[in-house]
């Protein structure tokens, strides 16, 4: 066990200034967007950018892709969350059970169909698990941009996971990120419950 943990201890201090610079800017994405934050996006831009090379490096190639979509993603969040006139007083939304169900279903088709052909047609590393982790992020940045509440439950399965597979590539601040992640996503359905619960009350008492 000692041995781990010295392996462990040793691969942190060796890790590059670029796996520094996105878990930092990583962190800040996820804090700032707990408190529905407008400059959460920002970092979120430049976490992706930074991972889309280490994920590649590592053969991670279909976090690398999640990644680009991050991107993407970080730029419609801006955009989105810019068109509200409060940003930090948006409202909070819940998906009816089969918004999940839909997502769930067609999600782990996804997950299963690029896991195979990644491990049929490449050298991708943990195939299975890297699609599941990317295929599900998908929908769950989605719903982060669109303030539905239950985008934290999704990140506390997926981030969990997640500690796993970046350890597996010898990504270990990358994966202690995820591990912080899963704390996070944690406070932050906290959070966004309480706000939907304030918004649902004062809705339901206007005359």
Same mark, same amino acid.
């Given at each position: 066990?000692?041995?781990?943990?010295?392996?462990?201890?040793?691969?942190?201090?060796?890790?590059?200034?670029?796996?520094? #610079?996105?878990?930092?800017?990583?962190?800040?994405?996820?804090?700032?967007?707990?408190?529905?934050?407008?400059?959460?996006?920002?970092?979120?831009?430049?976490?992706?950018?930074?991972?889309?090379?280490?994920?590649?490096?590592?053969?991670?190639?279909?976090?690398?892709? #999640?990644?680009?979509?991050?991107?993407?993603?970080?730029?419609?969040?801006?955009f989105m969350w810019t068109s509200d006139d409060d940003t930090k007083d948006v409202t909070v939304?819940?998906?009816?059970?089969?918004?999940?169900?839909?997502?769930?279903?067609?999600s782990g088709a996804l997950m299963l169909l690029f896991g195979y052909i990644f491990d049929q047609?490449?050298?991708?590393?943990?195939?299975?698990?890297?699609?599941?982790?990317?295929?599900?992020?998908?929908?769950?940045?989605?719903m982060v941009a669109k303030k539905v509440l239950e985008n934290w439950i999704y990140w506390i399965?997926?981030?969990?996971?997640?500690?796993?597979?970046?350890?597996?590539?010898?990504?270990?601040?990358?994966?202690?990120?995820?591990?912080?992640?899963?704390?996070?996503?944690?406070?932050?359905?906290?959070?966004?419950?309480?706000?939907?619960? #304030?918004?649902?009350?004062?809705?339901?008492?206007?005359?």
């Open positions: 066990m000692n041995s781990i943990l010295n392996n462990i201890y040793n691969s942190i201090l060796q890790t590059s200034i670029w796996e520094w #610079l996105a878990v930092v800017s990583s962190l800040l994405y996820v804090i700032l967007i707990t408190y529905k934050v407008l400059a959460a996006w920002i970092f979120a831009a430049l976490s992706s950018v930074l991972y889309i090379y280490l994920c590649y490096s590592n053969r991670l190639y279909l976090e690398s892709i #999640l990644q680009v979509f991050y991107f993407g993603m970080a730029i419609y969040g801006w939304i819940q998906w009816p059970l089969k918004y999940h169900i839909y997502n769930i279903l067609i047609y490449s050298n991708q590393a943990n195939p299975y698990l890297d699609a599941f982790t990317t295929i599900f992020s998908l929908m769950a940045t989605f399965i997926i981030d969990a996971f997640s500690v796993y597979l970046f350890a597996s590539r010898g990504l270990y601040m990358t994966s202690v990120l995820f591990i912080l992640y899963t704390l996070i996503a944690i406070f932050g359905y906290f959070s966004w419950k309480r706000q939907f619960n #304030l918004d649902k009350t004062l809705i339901d008492n206007l005359p």
